[in-house]
Structures are given as structure tokens and as C-alpha cells.
């Protein structure tokens, strides 16, 4: 048995740690938001490899997991119908997940969940990892780095890689149920919807409501609005709070200008169907989350790896965020299980996942390439199809069952 340090405990690192806990591991998990995180976050597509490693985590069979959709739908900007695909899918929310991993590691046998403690950095021993925190250090056998878009521990190893702005944002929010016309509810509600204005994409789907409710009534709808902004002045008043503080590495929900909220109001009523634009008038707090893609040049070195977000950030068309994090998960654990808990499995482990994570970032940015504020300056990518985005974006890699109607 080793003791395995885990840096960030959000998805990503409740994953690897109820996973390593279950294989007869001690794991430490160091997050440093000192709540529980449940509560945040919005709308996640589920594939079934997701679902397998959330069972191996110990989720019961037939735990309800999200609402479940029969098909796709995209709309013109007047409301009509520019294509159906039909593709049965079941969308889950970010807090439903947090929730159950959160449950499932309480459970788990030498699993200590540390919050409101910052990693710092860390030091390897001839026989160890040493990781320096907020409330002083503690040693492990290995470190896994699950902290995230702008890891401290993928710094240290690589500091020239980082995050590369998308040339685009997403507005994303969720609506309830309750508040939505007979209109809305008939035609999109209980759908993947698509709308494409010239250059941007606004994509959503029924999620859990409050309380990770899914009856019907008490459900929400989730929706991302890709829309470009070039680097300069134009991202940094979006990223800028009605108090004129600039928030380059991201801007947290409540701190979205009033203002940039009413003008992306408008610009829906002006650019989208009519059922998407009151989805979006409709939603009381909108946020906004800059796109970027990010490729570490290894996922592994010495006695410490990377894992998830930490590692490889593919655009969310690919709506792989939170698998890709419980393949690397479950990478870990079969490497593991296979060498033992030694710097030998980290290799094995990076051999499995760093082809395949490449091949995410890949795909994500040729999804989102016609959206970036560049492509819009002139390039020659052409609009896409609502056939091709429909039967493209956040699907089931491993098994594309769609088909058109
Ligand atoms: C609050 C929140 C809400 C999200 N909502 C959505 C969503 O609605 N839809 C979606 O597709 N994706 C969402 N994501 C992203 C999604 O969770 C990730 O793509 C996926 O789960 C992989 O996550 P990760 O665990 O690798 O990284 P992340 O989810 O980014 O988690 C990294 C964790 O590390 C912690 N951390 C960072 N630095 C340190 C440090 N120095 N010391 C200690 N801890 C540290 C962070 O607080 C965070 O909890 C959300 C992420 C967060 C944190």
C-alpha cells in the first residue's frame, strides 16, 4: 500500500482518490476552496465511460445520474427547424457529480479530503514526494497533479506551458423550468438544442434543477453561448467587474459586469431563435469562462503526474472535460494495479493517455476553430452545417449511435 498526495479536489482528484482509496491505497486530497464545491458549476454531457468509472468508484447501479434527452434540434434565428438528429443522451450537472464522488470518498477507506489547504509546490526525496502546503508539508510515495487549468504543480515541472487563449468566450447559465413559456418547453426543453448565428454557436440541454431535482417542473436548462472576442480591449472588458477590476485569469461568476450581461441580453434577442433568447433573458446569472486549449509537453516525471484539466484542456465542444479526467483516472489505477504504486506505473500510466488527450485537444480545436475571433478577421473557414455540429459536438466517441431524422 502507498500514500498517494493528491493536489485539487474537484472532479478530477475525487475521481483518482476514491479509485486509488478502493484499490487499498491511502490518499491525501488537497483542495484549497475551503467549502464544498457542490453548488458550482453547470451543465455536464455524460458518456458511458464516464458512467463505468463512476461505478467503479462505487457508485450504486441505477443511481439517477441526470435528465435524459431522445435527440438533437437546431433552430434559425426566425425559430424554424434546421435539422434534427436523433441521439439519446443523458445530461448530468457538475454538482450532481461533485456530490456523489464527494459521498463516495467519505466512504472509501484512508481517504482524508484536506479543504482550504493551497498546495504550494513540492520536492522529491530519493524515496518520496514532499508537497508544500498552506498548513506545512506532508509526504507521500507519489503526487498526482489534479489542480486544474493553471496547475502549481504542472508550473513547476513545465513552467513555459500554460493555458493558450481560444480567441472566443462562452456565456454559459442555467434557466429553471418553472420560469420558461409552453413554447420553450414544447420545442427545446426537453432537447439538445443548437442555435449558430454567423461565427458562434449557442448550444444547451435540460440538467438537474436545485437540489439535483429531476422531476419534471423542477429541472433547468444549461446553456453555452460561443461567441468571439479578440485578445486585447475586447476580452478585458469582459473580463472586467462593474468596479473596474480586471480579472485576466478568469472572472468569477457574481463578478460579471451587469452591463456586458445586458449587451450579451440584447445581442440573443437580435441573434437567436426566439425560444433561445428568452432562455437567455430568463437566467438570472449568467457567467462567462474564456475558451483556451492546453497540451503539457509530458503528463508524467519522476514520482509525480498529472491528471485531468491539469494536464490537457480540450475546448468544451468535445464535452469530454470530466471523462477524459475518469479515463486518466482509471488509467492511473489499472497502471497501478498492474507495476504497483511506482514511478514505473506513472509511465505506463502517461503511455496510455498521452496519445488519446491529444487527439482531444486536436479535435476541440478544429470543432471550435470557425468561432475564433481570428477566423472571423478574414480567414476563409467556412459556416458549419447544423447537421455536422449536431452530429460532432459532445458525442459519445465510443459509441456515435446517431442518427438523422
Ligand atoms: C467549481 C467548478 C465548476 C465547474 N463546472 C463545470 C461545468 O459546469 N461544466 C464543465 O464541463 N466543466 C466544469 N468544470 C470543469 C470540469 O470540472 C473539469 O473539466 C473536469 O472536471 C476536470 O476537472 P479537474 O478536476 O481536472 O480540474 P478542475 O475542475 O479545474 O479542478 C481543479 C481543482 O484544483 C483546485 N486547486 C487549484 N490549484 C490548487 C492549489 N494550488 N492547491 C490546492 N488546490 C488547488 C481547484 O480549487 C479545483 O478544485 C468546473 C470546475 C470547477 C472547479
Given at each position: ?9 474537484s472532479l478530477g482528484g475525487l475521481m ?25 458549476g453547470a451543465g455536464i454531457v455524460t458518456h458511458?465511460a464516464l458512467i463505468?468509472g463512476l ?10 445520474l441526470g ?24 445530461l448530468t450537472s457538475w454538482s450532481r457529480l461533485y456530490?456523489i464522488l ?46 486544474g ?158 491528471l485531468g484539466d491539469?494536464?490537457?484542456v480540450a475546448?468544451p465542444?468535445v464535452g469530454m472535460g470530466v471523462t477524459k479526467a475518469m479515463q486518466d483516472a ?30 482531444l ?33 459532445a ?11
Open positions: 500500500m502507498a500514500h498517494v498526495l493528491i493536489a485539487g479536489g483518482c482518490a476514491n479509485l486509488l482509496a478502493r484499490a487499498g491505497h491511502q490518499v491525501s486530497v488537497f483542495e484549497k476552496a475551503a467549502s464544498a464545491l457542490d453548488g458550482r458511458s463505468q461505478y467503479r468508484c462505487g457508485m450504486p447501479v441505477g443511481t439517477e435528465v435524459s434527452v431522445p435527440s438533437r434540434i437546431t433552430l434559425g434565428q426566425q425559430g424554424d427547424v434546421l435539422g434534427e438528429l436523433n441521439m439519446p443522451q443523458v456530490q464527494h459521498g463516495l470518498l467519505h466512504e472509501a477507506p484512508r481517504a482524508t479530503l484536506h479543504r482550504g489547504v493551497v498546495v504550494y509546490g513540492f520536492t522529491e526525496t530519493g524515496t518520496g514526494v514532499n508537497l508544500q502546503t498552506s498548513t506545512g508539508d506532508s509526504t507521500g510515495d507519489l503526487l498526482i497533479g489534479c489542480d487549468l493553471r496547475s502549481s504543480i504542472r508550473r513547476q515541472l513545465w513552467p513555459a506551458s500554460s493555458p493558450v487563449y481560444a480567441g472566443y468566450v462562452a456565456w454559459r447559465g442555467v434557466c429553471p423550468e418553472s420560469l420558461l413559456s409552453h413554447e420553450c418547453l414544447n420545442t427545446v426543453f426537453e432537447r439538445f438544442g443548437f442555435c449558430l448565428p454567423a461565427g458562434e454557436q449557442l448550444i444547451g440541454y435540460p440538467v438537474a434543477g436545485p437540489g439535483n431535482q429531476c422531476a419534471a417542473g423542477q429541472r433547468a436548462w444549461n446553456f453555452v453561448w460561443y461567441r468571439a472576442a479578440a485578445t486585447g480591449r475586447q476580452l478585458e472588458t469582459l473580463l472586467t467587474d462593474d468596479n473596474g477590476q480586471h480579472h485576466p485569469e478568469g472572472i468569477a461568476p457574481h463578478k460579471v459586469s451587469r452591463q456586458q450581461v445586458e449587451r450579451m441580453r440584447n445581442d440573443a434577442r437580435n441573434l437567436l431563435a426566439p425560444v433561445f433568447a428568452e432562455i437567455v433573458e430568463k437566467t438570472l446569472e449568467p457567467f462567462l469562462q474564456p475558451i483556451s486549449d492546453l497540451a503539457t509537453p509530458q503528463m508524467v516525471q519522476g514520482r509525480v503526474a498529472l491539469a494536464a490537457y475546448r465542444h482509471l488509467a492511473l489505477e489499472a497502471a497501478f494495479s498492474e507495476h504497483g504504486a511506482t514511478s514505473a506505473a506513472l509511465v505506463a500510466y502517461s503511455e496510455a493517455r498521452t496519445s488519446i488527450n491529444r487527439q485537444v486536436d479535435r476541440g480545436r478544429h470543432l471550435g476553430a470557425y468561432m475564433q475571433s481570428s477566423a472571423l478577421e478574414g480567414s476563409t473557414l467556412p459556416p458549419r452545417a447544423a447537421a455536422k455540429v449536431m452530429s460532432e459536438t458525442i459519445d466517441l465510443d459509441f456515435p449511435a446517431a442518427t438523422m431524422v
